[in-house]
């Protein structure tokens, strides 16, 4: 069995973001970039890849749990007001295609699908998340690989990353992924990581020490001036591999008979792409 999840507040940013200098747009002046993308994506899944069950997922609209924590989390982050239409009419279209989707109140999707992953590998699934987010490496295992489909959503483009994957392309394992980006930081997160702590020099710590805990447990090793460094820095540093660290130690109501892959496309679907999205190319793949 194959499952397939997909980040659906991810997708919705992404091409509001590639098409906001030139928005894709039906007759009534809508934008539309977002639900085109989503449905780009879906329609090239389904035709090329091998699957019985897919879920797509969306941030809550709630505070969540790491902006308790650390309410400066994504404050560089620019909001748009003409977005939340974007993110309400995908998840719409989804519904519609009567795919599994879904948000959790206080849980950001990769939280989420994170659980969801390691359930279904437990479950007996093999789990593909497509993404192109480094932040999903560190859920990268044996039954858990990550699809990345290339700019042009299509097969011949795609990539699959599996842990050796991430291992040579990141210099650490995935699940040392949370470690790495501690200390090297998010500026799209607004996590600082360690000033002067490259990507390089970050995988280089961590395959010595094995994680941020046992760097922190060997300042003594190093010499003064980077003693200093994480000194200054080990509060911040902890707090970061909290926010970098998916939370999948949470309990939800998960039915693997509501993932299951839609079979048909319903006239209410076909009748939302072409009268409101007027998505005729995407029609064209479907019927």
Same mark, same amino acid.
């Given at each position: 069995?194959?499952?397939?999840? %997909?980040?659906?507040?991810?997708?919705?940013?992404? +091409? /509001?973001?590639?098409?906001?200098?030139? *928005?894709?747009?039906?007759?009534?002046?809508?934008?539309?970039?977002?639900?085109?993308?989503?449905?780009?994506?879906?329609?090239?899944?389904?035709?090329?890849?091998?699957?019985?069950?897919?879920?797509?997922?969306?941030?809550? *609209?709630?505070?969540?749990?790491?902006?308790?924590? +650390?309410?400066?989390? $994504?404050?560089?982050?620019?909001?748009?007001?003409?977005?939340? *239409?974007?993110?309400?009419?995908?998840?719409?279209?989804?519904?519609?295609?009567?795919? /599994?989707?879904?948000?959790?109140?206080?849980?950001?999707?990769?939280?989420?699908?994170?659980?969801?992953?390691? @359930?279904?590998?437990?479950?007996?699934?093999?789990?593909?998340?497509?993404?192109?987010?480094?932040? +999903?490496?560190?859920?990268?295992?044996?039954?858990? #690989? %990550? !699809?990345? %489909?290339?700019?042009?959503?299509?097969?011949?483009?795609?990539?699959?990353?599996?842990? @050796?994957?991430? $291992?040579?392309?990141?210099?650490? +394992? *995935?699940?040392?992924?949370?470690? /790495?980006?501690?200390?090297?930081?998010?500026?799209?997160?607004?996590?600082?990581?360690?000033?002067?702590?490259?990507? $390089?020099?970050?995988?280089? =710590?961590?395959?010595? /020490?094995?994680?941020?805990?046992?760097?922190?447990?060997?300042?003594?090793?190093?010499?003064?001036?980077?003693?200093?460094?994480?000194?200054?820095?080990?509060?911040? #540093?902890?707090?970061?591999?909290?926010?970098?660290?998916?939370?999948?130690?949470? !309990?939800?109501?998960?039915?693997?008979?509501?993932?299951?892959?839609?079979?048909?496309?319903?006239?209410? =679907?076909?009748? %939302?792409?072409?009268?409101?999205?007027?998505?005729?190319?995407?029609? @064209?793949? =479907?019927?």
């Amino acid at each position: 069995m194959n499952l397939y999840l %997909l980040d659906g507040h991810a997708i919705v940013y992404s +091409y /509001y973001y590639a098409f906001k200098n030139n *928005p894709l747009t039906n007759s009534k002046g809508d934008n539309t970039s977002s639900m085109f993308g989503m449905a780009k994506i879906l329609t090239t899944l389904f035709k090329h890849y091998e699957m019985s069950h897919i879920g797509v997922i969306f941030d809550s *609209p709630y505070k969540t749990w790491r902006k308790e924590l +650390y309410p400066e989390y $994504k404050a560089t982050r620019k909001y748009v007001d003409d977005i939340r *239409p974007l993110i309400e009419k995908t998840y719409m279209m989804c519904k519609t295609w009567d795919i /599994y989707s879904e948000a959790f109140r206080g849980l950001e999707a990769d939280d989420i699908i994170g659980f969801i992953a390691k @359930k279904a590998e437990a479950d007996g699934f093999k789990v593909f998340i497509v993404t192109k987010d480094k932040d +999903y490496c560190q859920l990268v295992s044996d039954n858990i #690989l %990550l !699809v990345d %489909l290339g700019n042009k959503i299509g097969k011949e483009e795609s990539t699959i990353i599996d842990r @050796k994957a991430v $291992k040579e392309k990141h210099g650490v +394992y *995935p699940e040392q992924i949370p470690d /790495y980006l501690a200390l090297i930081g998010d500026s799209s997160d607004n996590i600082s990581g360690v000033p002067s702590i490259g990507k $390089k020099t970050a995988a280089e =710590l961590i395959s010595k /020490y094995g994680s941020v805990k046992g760097i922190l447990e060997n300042l003594k090793d190093m010499n003064d001036k980077k003693q200093k460094l994480f000194d200054d820095h080990s509060i911040t #540093l902890k707090r970061d591999l909290i926010l970098t660290k998916f939370k999948t130690d949470i !309990v939800l109501p998960i039915n693997w008979d509501e993932f299951q892959k839609p079979q048909n496309y319903n006239i209410k =679907l076909l009748e %939302l792409l072409e009268n409101e999205f007027e998505f005729y190319s995407i029609l @064209k793949e =479907l019927v």
